[in-house]
């Protein structure tokens, strides 16, 4: 049986399982609703990566009423916290766009988890990993975090948990404590935050993961590929 829990007036949290929360999708509406239909998404043939949905986040950064939301959505919930985080770090690269405005309203720093090969200096590497659609390895400028940090981590989606686990791998090996785990869509078909609680006979099952809204709220409604065969992917500028 699942429980919900008011934050506030406006925000009711759910919880999914042991340390799996989200915005409840039917008691937040104005919230949820308002995100999750600024969440176009586009197919295979339409999509940077071969999978079936490839969500378009510039839906919410062309969007100002819905990037406050997502933003207050996640800042309101630290700023509650008793024991409140001290670093923001984001992966590469839609944590980027969310990370830091949410660590500027938290007035902590903001660290970056980058590509390999995209940061300069010494440098801490997740090692390689394995996402729904690639092989990749992530780094961390190393002094970014330390033993003394509180770190949450942030992404856009997390689907299968493989970008996630970098992230968790690279705070523990700096002797960082992940505070929480915190993406604005989740894809639970794929049972990524199982797998991070799962992940090395239970490494991380204590680690919080929230998200805020999930792909059956945003519906195959939003799916926005053009119609017509002979739609090019990429038009020249001067066309």
Request: aromatic share 10%.
């Amino acid at each position: 049986m699942t429980t919900t829990t008011a934050t506030n007036e406006s925000v009711v949290i759910k919880t999914l399982a042991p340390n799996h929360f989200c915005l409840d999708q039917n008691l937040n509406p104005r919230v949820v609703h308002t995100i999750a239909k600024s969440l176009p998404w586009y197919g295979p043939k339409f999509s940077p990566h071969k999978v079936p949905n490839f969500y378009d986040v510039s839906g919410i950064t062309e969007n100002p009423e819905a990037f406050k939301l997502v933003v207050d959505t996640f800042a309101e919930r630290y700023e509650r916290m008793k024991e409140k985080p001290t670093k923001i770090a984001g992966f590469d690269a839609r944590g980027f766009l969310f990370g830091p405005t949410i660590a500027m309203r938290l007035g902590i720093p903001f660290v970056m988890i980058r590509k390999a090969g995209k940061l300069p200096g010494v440098l801490v590497s997740s090692g390689e990993y394995v996402t729904e659609y690639s092989t990749d390895e992530t780094v961390m400028r190393f002094g970014a975090i330390d033993a003394s940090d509180r770190v949450v981590l942030i992404d856009d989606l997390i689907a299968t948990g493989g970008t996630a686990l970098a992230g968790f791998e690279l705070c523990h090996q700096l002797g960082a404590t992940v505070h929480e785990f915190a993406a604005m869509i989740e894809l639970p078909f794929l049972d990524g935050v199982k797998k991070i609680h799962e992940y090395k006979d239970g490494l991380f099952k204590d680690v919080p993961c929230f998200t805020v809204v999930d792909c059956l709220t945003i519906g195959e409604d939003m799916g926005r590929d053009p119609i017509g065969e002979d739609v090019p992917r990429v038009v020249k500028a001067e066309e």
